[in-house]
């Protein structure tokens, strides 16, 4: 499973409070993903990271930012959380070209 | 941009009985994946196709890409309750980016 853990797993905020999600690998992989997972959508792309400073945008991004300082840790923040940003987070590792693992996922719940 | 489409959007079978979901893309496709997703789950990888009219398979799971590259079908045969789940066909989009199609999701019933 590549070693991948995401926290929290679950989270409860308000609306309007900044929110920092954090995703942690193991096993070295230069690409790294967050997504976020909505019945009816699948899986959209919020921000991606191909190297350690290296990140762009996916489908997504508004409202979001991250950044990635070493190669294991990629951290997704929501700058003022808003209760359309109420999802299921993923986070996933690998090249685009080749097998891709996920963590466990985020609940992020917005009130 | 590319965009992968899926249908359908959601499937009831009886247990025992075959069924396909379908993946096409609106460009040619370097690389296609399939995965499945246990509900409040992450996701589990099943299979990778690369080359025009490749087959893999797995279990009772088999996936082709067709020749031209646009499109992908997941077989199931003779369902079970344990196929359950939503499966979701992935490709590189371009740029370094993963994208995904919006999911199937699977029921069985005993």
């Known amino acids: 499973d590549a070693g991948i853990t995401q926290s929290p797993r679950h989270k409860v905020t308000e609306t309007g409070t900044p929110v920092t999600l954090r995703c942690h690998q193991t096993?070295?992989?230069?690409?790294m993903y967050w997504y976020r997972q909505d019945p009816g959508h699948g899986l959209r792309l919020i921000h991606y990271?191909?190297?350690?400073?290296?990140?762009d945008k996916g489908e997504v991004s508004d409202g979001y930012s991250v950044s990635r300082s070493k190669t294991e840790d990629f951290l997704l923040t929501l700058e003022s959380a808003t209760s359309s940003q109420t999802s299921v987070y993923f986070c996933?590792?690998?090249?685009?070209?080749?097998?891709?693992?996920f963590g466990p996922g985020t609940r992020l719940t917005v009130l | 941009s590319q965009e992968l489409e899926q249908s359908p959007q959601s499937l009831i079978v009886q247990e025992g009985k075959n069924l396909t979901i379908n993946c096409t893309s609106s460009?040619?496709?370097?690389?296609l994946y399939w995965y499945k997703q246990k509900y409040g789950e992450g996701l589990i990888f099943l299979m990778m196709l690369q080359k025009g009219g490749e087959e893999k398979s797995h279990e009772k799971i088999t996936a082709k890409l067709d020749e031209k590259k646009q499109q992908s079908s997941l077989h199931i045969t003779a369902s079970q309750p344990s196929h359950a789940g939503i499966y979701l066909c992935?490709?590189?989009?371009?740029?370094?980016?993963?994208?995904f199609g919006q999911g199937t999701e699977l029921s069985v019933k005993p």
């Open positions: 992935g490709a590189a989009g371009g740029g370094g980016k993963l994208i």
């Open positions: 096993e070295n992989h230069r690409y």
């Open positions: 990271s191909y190297g350690v400073k290296d990140t």
């Open positions: 996933a590792v690998g090249s685009p070209y080749n097998e891709q693992f």
């Open positions: 460009k040619t496709l370097y690389g």
